[in-house]
């Protein structure tokens, strides 16, 4: 209850301060699009610091279309400072998959800490490592995560319903399944300093989605 305060004071504080919002969610809602400002992005953000495995001093910007992202965090006891370039490529939801095919760009990773010495950070200060394949380095993880479809160069491909705790709930799938037939994402992109998700309604047309919901029930 305490949270979902918190949220609705920052959402009226931020309406007020940016009156111009509301004329341009009117605007999205005819054009079939939601936009999201980057301040409630890092707002949301920002509420994430206390916990210990969570990146620190994250950075969001936008770089139409895409979003820049940075931050601190660390990997086999090596303390990185990384940012890259995001751009979703392509978004692909049914009632059994949620995929997302996105871009890494300008992909930048220092090793923090002079005094440490790992394998990982020999080879990034040697310049051992491609980062302008980011892609080839995750699909030669020995532990790769569940949600990774493919990674090949720069472009990665997720399945969030890969997720253990995603896949198997039944009734998010089977909401999404009951939705997509009568509007779906279409693209994700970054404009002024939003990043606006871009829908499609009916995508298999008026019949496919009755048919959809017959089978369904």
Partial sequence: MQAALSIAEAVVAYLRAHPDELVRAVKNAVALRVGVPMAALRWAIDRKRGSPKAPKDVEL???????????????????????????????????????????????????????????????????????????????????????????????????????????????????VSLIVPFVTVGGVESENDHLDVALRAFPDGVLGAVDSVRRAF
Wanted: hydrophobic share 45%.
């Fill in 61 to 175: 910007s936008a770089v139409p279309p895409g979003v820049r992202v940075a931050g601190s965090f660390e990997v086999m006891g090596t303390p990185l400072r990384g940012s890259a370039e995001i751009y979703a490529e392509d978004v692909r939801i049914t009632g059994d998959e949620l995929r997302l095919v996105v871009r890494l760009k300008n992909l930048s990773l220092k090793v923090t800490a002079d005094h440490v010495e790992s394998p990982l950070a020999a080879l990034l200060r040697s310049g051992a490592l491609d980062l302008s394949k980011p892609g080839n380095l995750l699909a030669f993880m020995p532990k790769r995560p569940a949600m990774l479809v493919d990674a090949r160069d720069d472009r990665i491909t997720l399945d969030l319903f890969r997720h253990p705790k995603l896949g198997s709930d039944r009734r998010l799938r089977k909401l």
